[in-house]
């Protein structure tokens, strides 16, 4: 049956580099058909919306979609995350020769944070600290009760038992996949469950439950700013690592500084029933329309986005189309070290495939 895949061009320069990943997508003739709904600044000039009903239904129409960075978590960003429950964010980070990583030693460097997406602190529970009040809410290791006379805000922090469990079977999975390609099976759990007892303490328990039901997989925990450390010392040790929200939002960015930075780094946000994927670096207006910004992030989870849909050989030939240009330097960007625009390195990508 023939994929059906929205196209979000995102904002400022971000379709620079949507647009000729789909192109090479569509030079590769499989059996895939493009949706493009108008969403962003060009959906305010026809709709005065920026995310209009038409995108909405483009979106449910599909099978997945590729995304390009928005400037915002809300609208189509926040339908894709939220309103489509995708809750597992895979972050790959991943040294191939060519690559301009900051490190003097970085081979061998493979591996991915699995980062639960919809709960923590990211769905923004906040207020005023007086709310409180009525909670009475004391701590368990100090015995303080928290002070609701004072001024301030606070932010809940959410964890669930369910979530939890459904984050650590994907990192599973996914570690079990990686290991019949050669992978080492290990699957780390990293929290701050030292001092958050009971949230953070229930995801690592989780996380080591999960694991032991899979005995081809062997299991490993770091506290959360052991593991910053670690990722600096020796980032070759981990395979698949499973985390929460905000802890994975903050450590897979330095993952990708491992390697030479988010321009680098694929991403995908899967659920249930539906997946998304795209660069987690920024809009970069700086560099709108100069045609310079790097398209590597957008091209591997493209490619990860093949593989999502079943054309897993085809996702290993994209793959390898975009490391080859690494490997070869003739035409790399400039955050790379090279002088090619974005559309020339498209171009050597598409010679390679």
């Known amino acids: 049956m023939t994929k059906k895949v929205c196209v979000v061009k995102g904002d400022d320069s971000s379709p620079e580099v949507v647009l000729p990943t789909v192109q090479i997508l569509e030079g590769m003739n499989l059996d895939i058909e493009f949706l493009w709904p108008l969403t962003g600044d060009e959906a305010i000039v026809r709709y005065d919306d920026s995310f209009p009903q038409s995108a909405k239904q483009a979106i449910d129409e599909a099978d997945c979609a590729i995304m390009g960075s928005t400037r915002t978590l809300v609208g189509v960003h926040g339908y894709l995350r939220w309103g489509k429950k995708c809750y597992a964010n895979i972050r790959p980070t991943k040294y191939v020769p060519g690559l301009r990583s900051p490190l003097k030693n970085p081979e061998g460097i493979d591996f991915v944070i699995v980062r639960e997406n919809l709960e923590g602190l990211y769905p923004g529970w906040e207020g005023d600290i007086g709310r409180l009040a009525p909670l009475n809410l004391m701590n368990d290791m100090t015995g303080l009760t928290l002070d609701t006379t004072l001024k301030g805000k606070f932010a809940v922090k959410v964890t669930t038992e369910d979530e939890t469990r459904d984050i650590c079977q994907v990192a599973c ?20 469950y030292n001092v958050l007892t009971q949230s953070d303490e229930m995801f690592r328990r989780i996380a080591e439950e999960t694991v032991k039901e899979y005995p081809e997989l062997t299991f490993s925990q770091v506290i959360i700013d052991n593991f910053a450390q670690q990722l600096i010392i020796n980032p070759q040790q ?12 903050i450590l897979a960015d330095e993952a990708a500084a491992l390697i030479g930075g988010l321009g680098l780094t694929s991403n995908a946000c899967i659920g249930s029933d539906y997946a998304y994927f795209g660069s987690v670096h920024g809009t970069a207006p700086d560099i709108t329309g100069l045609n310079i910004i790097n398209p590597t992030a957008m091209l591997l989870s493209a490619g990860m986005m093949l593989e999502y849909l079943g054309f897993e050989d085809e996702a290993s030939r994209l793959e390898g189309a975009v490391y080859r240009v690494y490997q070869d330097g003739k035409y790399l960007t400039r955050d790379q070290g090279g002088a090619s625009s974005t559309a020339r390195f498209c171009e050597a990508v598409k010679a390679n495939l």
């Open 238 to 249: 981990f395979d698949v690592v499973v985390m929460d929200n905000e802890h994975g939002d």
């Open 173 to 192: 999975q996914l570690a079990l996949k990686r290991k019949s390609r050669g992978g080492r099976g290990k699957v780390t759990v990293s929290s701050k």
